[in-house]
């Protein structure tokens, strides 16, 4: 599903009024399949220590990155997301937090990218084409993440860290 495709099946469902955060995540893995289509996007995958992230990104069954989407146009600074949304930070190394239009994009907890491929106007999505191309390289990025390699049983051993009570590889 191409980005203006994408856009346009999320405001038949935002316009609906019927939609809920989960009716537009079918949209966002079919999206980000068309666009990087060596990774397998799974909607509601298994939990995992830090909780259940929305989306998992693998590849060749391994784990590359999580998604943490929103309701469209839900302010993703709201202090009720907070606690949730520091776990994930704290504990997953490649994290994407989402309202299906603006994208925040964070590497080891840290916030690296924001942005907007649209944005709701006078009760409907209206895309910005602009960032189009970029939104594409970051979501290409986002996905051929690798992290840490592991090249001994000194550096596997090392590789293990906690991060707030979590342990990652």
Not at 8 to 19: D, I, M, P, R, V
Not at 23 to 31: D, E, I, T
Not at 111 to 131: F, P
Request: glycine share 8%.
């Amino acid at each position: 599903m191409t980005l203006p495709d994408y856009l346009k099946e999320l405001n038949l469902l935002y316009k609906s009024g019927h939609a809920t955060e989960h009716s537009y995540r079918g949209h966002l893995a079919s999206m980000i399949s068309t666009l990087v289509p060596d990774v397998q996007v799974t909607n509601e995958p298994q939990r995992i220590a830090c909780g259940a992230p929305d989306y998992i990104i693998t590849r060749k069954g391994i784990p590359i990155g999580f998604i943490e989407a929103k309701d469209v146009g839900a302010d993703l600074f709201n202090k009720t997301y907070k606690e949730q949304f520091d776990r994930y930070k704290a504990s997953l190394n490649n994290l994407v937090i989402t309202d299906y239009l603006t994208f925040q994009f964070f590497v080891d907890g840290v916030l690296s990218t924001t942005l907007s491929i649209g944005h709701v106007e006078n009760g409907r999505i209206v895309a910005e084409t602009g960032n189009f191309d970029l939104f594409t390289r970051r979501i290409t990025e986002f996905c051929s993440f690798t992290g840490q390699t592991v090249t001994s049983a000194r550096n596997w051993q090392s590789s293990w860290r906690p991060r707030q009570g979590y342990w990652l590889m």
